[in-house]
């Protein structure tokens, strides 16, 4: 059985940081393309970034310099360092893994920036 389980958010004034982690079961991680979506009330779940099998990553534009999304093959485990927090990054956080046709989903994480 497969599962992702996302861990780490929280509440966190405006310029603070979080780490959120996606840990695997199931599946090798290092064969799936990774991908950190948010999705607010009311709003379409977003992708924000992606870290591919080769190690490249990608960001959604209104994350660029302040999110970053790493992989730690030896624990199974995506983390996305998020720094200088903004009120509009409030979201339930999701982590998916794609590979080939395969399509997983975590249960979310809640991040809430606010003072």
């Known amino acids: 059985q497969v599962q992702l389980v996302e861990s780490g958010g929280g509440l966190v004034q405006p310029g603070g940081s979080l780490r959120l982690s996606c840990a695997a079961s199931?599946?090798?991680?290092?064969?799936?393309?990774v991908g950190w979506y948010r999705q607010a009330p009311g709003k379409q779940r977003d992708l924000v970034a992606t870290?591919?099998?080769?190690?490249?990553?990608n960001y959604a534009d209104s994350v660029k310099g302040r999110f970053t999304i790493s992989r730690d093959n030896a624990k199974n485990t995506v983390l996305l360092q998020m720094n200088t927090l903004k009120p509009e990054d409030t979201a339930v956080y999701y982590c998916?893994?794609?590979?080939?046709?395969?399509?997983?989903w975590g249960q979310g994480t809640q991040v809430t920036v606010s003072s």
């Open positions: 199931g599946i090798r991680f290092s064969i799936y393309a």
């Open positions: 998916n893994a794609r590979n080939l046709g395969r399509n997983f």
């Open positions: 870290i591919f099998t080769g190690g490249v990553t």
